[in-house]
């Protein structure tokens, strides 16, 4: 993949040159802190402008809570990125909404990113262990999906076990990042029953209570969708995973 990247110093030349540039630009990652006009501020006024209504527009956060997610979806982004950065997560998490805003302007009645987080909110009440129907419309293609789903169980089977030892080392900061990291992984791969699980506990240990409960939960949630997702994305070859020859256009971004 290739990209196309222009930055900008602060809120407001970030608006000024997507005024300028208008239709050229295919996301925007939006620091939430900066001088002059912050990525809140910026991203409410594009909101509020037509021709930005669909642009995918990305929070970039050092903010751990939910309550500081929350209040950037609400200032009308897109989605998040929490630092340090994931850089699989974040190249995948590009990919992802770009190939979801493209669909929406090609065929206006399919799913669009307006759509995308109350989807996923309804998915996590029904507590279902992996939403298919979900995944497929955010990844659009199912090889795609199947191999990033290969990826977690490798990388994030033992995440419950990662997290119980940084507790009994006393290293709580270390459980509540991997808890973090962990909610928003799942979440971008429609893993509800896994999500809450992350999230109550990501909740928990960003206080002084006792995690045990929350934690056996997410034990319980995580064999629960490696068994789900070995059934419906089974591994295979090394050659059999390889992408096809076939490269994506360039993604311009700022």
Request: hydrophobic residues 45%; aromatic residues 4%.
């Amino acid at each position: 993949m290739g990209s196309l990247i222009s930055q900008a110093k602060d809120g407001q030349q970030a608006i000024d040159w997507l005024l300028a540039n208008a239709g050229e630009i295919d996301i925007v990652l939006m620091d939430v802190q900066m001088p002059v006009l912050d990525g809140m501020q910026a991203t409410r006024q594009l909101r509020r402008m037509p021709q930005f209504e669909n642009l995918p527009i990305v929070a970039l956060t050092a903010g751990a809570f939910q309550s500081q997610h929350d209040a950037a979806l609400a200032a009308g982004m897109t989605h998040f990125i929490s630092k340090p950065f994931d850089v699989p997560s974040t190249i995948a998490l590009i990919q992802r909404l770009c190939r979801l805003s493209k669909l929406s302007e090609t065929h206006p009645d399919g799913p669009t990113l307006a759509t995308v987080n109350t989807q996923a909110a309804e998915s996590s009440q029904a507590m279902q262990i992996m939403d298919v129907a979900q995944g497929l419309a955010l990844w659009t293609d199912l090889p795609t999906y199947q191999s990033y789903l290969r990826r977690f169980v490798n990388d994030y089977s033992q995440a419950a076990l990662v997290i119980q030892t940084s507790l009994k080392q006393g290293d709580r900061a270390s459980a509540a990042a991997l808890a973090h990291k962990l909610f928003g992984v799942v979440a971008n791969l429609a893993l509800p029953h896994t999500r809450q699980a992350a999230q109550s506990l990501d909740q928990v240990l960003g206080t002084d209570c006792d995690p045990s409960q929350a934690l056996a939960q997410l034990k319980d949630a995580l064999a629960a969708v490696v068994a789900e997702i070995n059934r419906y994305a089974p591994p295979v070859s090394e050659a059999h995973d390889a992408p096809n020859a076939v490269k994506p256009a360039p993604i311009n971004m700022i």
